[in-house]
Structure formats: C-alpha cells, structure tokens
C-alpha cells in the first residue's frame, strides 16, 4: 500500500470517529511517528512529504517538511523534489512574512518560469491548490504564458 | 525546454487528509502511488 494513501485513510478516519479534524501540527506529529516506524522496519517508505495546513483555532497557516528519514520541520515556504533545485534560490529572495495572495502568485509565476527555462526535461505545468481558512480550492494556472530568456 | 523525458500532464501529487490540510509527496515510484510493484499505472 502506499503511504500517501494510508495516512489520508487513517486521518479521515480519526475525523469520523471524534467529529472533529487534527490539527496541521498534530497531523504532522502523526505522520512523522508513521514514517519513522516505517523507517525501522524491513521495507520503509521512501517519501519526501510537504504538509500545508490552516489552524482553525489559531487562524494561522503553517507548513511542515517531513522527509523519508523522519525529520519534520515547519517551514514558511518549500519546494521538494527536482524542483527545489530550480525554485528555492527565488523563494529565498521574495518570499516575505506578510506577502499577500497576490504576491504569492506572482512568485509562484517566477518559480514556474524558471523552470520552463531549465527544467531539462519537458515540463508541462504545475497543478495549483490553495489552503484558506474555508478549505482547500484548486486555483486555475495558465501554463501557456509565453517565457522569456533574460 | 523540450527532452527525452516527458511528464505526465494531469498529475495530482497531493492527498487532503481533513478540511484544513493537504499533503504533497515524491519519492520512489512504489510509495508514491506512480507504479504499483506490478508496474501498473495506478491512480489516473
């Protein structure tokens, strides 16, 4: 079974039984405990995982990095796999604590421009999902904006 | 850029476990839901 997968199960799970959602931090304890039981077991998982959630109670987002040895950090912005190599250096530069939606959509433009750019293999998009205090919505993306080279 | 590797277009790599959260994962094809240890593609 894959590990995505199980953990989605077993959070729904809990959600039905107590009629009420964990946490984003207790969603991630819970998914790190998982992962490291895994890990010392004889076949482990090999996943990298990115956990974003909004705290109902405390009104604030947050975002953790959980990867397959573990480890769990909350972070204020990621990206994982080959991305990260193309994306991180320009969330470095712009991203701010106070950045609003917009601005965050036009990093996210710069980011995925880079990797039109420089991905070296043909990247067709990117599938955007935002996090608000109402639930999760899928953000339309246009892809086909032209790039260009500096 | 164009290359030998070509992704696959409608490509949802995220789970929502409850209301408020949701979470992106990568790794080896077999945990991730890419392949099944058949080699079937599995998850549209």
């Known amino acids: 079974m894959q590990f995505a997968e199980y953990i989605q199960a077993n959070i729904q799970l809990y959600s039905k039984r107590n009629s009420s959602d964990l946490t984003p931090y207790e969603v991630s304890s819970f998914v790190r405990s998982e992962l490291a039981r895994s890990l010392r077991s004889r076949n482990p998982y090999n996943v990298n995982l990115l956990l974003g959630g909004f705290d109902p109670l405390t009104s604030k987002p947050q975002l953790y990095w959980i990867d397959y040895l573990a480890s769990c950090a909350p972070v204020p912005y990621a990206a994982h796999g080959y991305a990260q190599y193309y994306c991180l250096s320009t969330l470095d530069k712009h991203h701010h604590p106070d950045i609003d939606f917009e601005q965050g959509m036009k990093i996210l433009r710069m980011c995925t421009d880079e990797l039109k750019r420089r991905l070296p293999i043909d990247f067709k998009g990117v599938l955007v999902k935002v996090i608000t205090k109402d639930g999760i919505r899928e953000e339309p993306y246009v892809d086909e904006k032209p790039v260009y080279a500096p | ?44």
């Not at chain 2, 590797?5 to 949802?12: F, I, R």
């Not at chain 2, 979470?23 to 079937?40: K, L, P, Q, R, V």
């Open chain 2, 1 to 44: 850029m164009r290359g030998p590797t070509v992704l696959k277009v409608t490509d949802d790599k995220t789970r929502q476990l409850n209301k408020h959260t949701l979470m992106a994962y990568s790794g080896e094809a077999g945990d991730t839901g890419i392949y099944t240890a058949a080699g079937d593609a599995v998850q549209g």
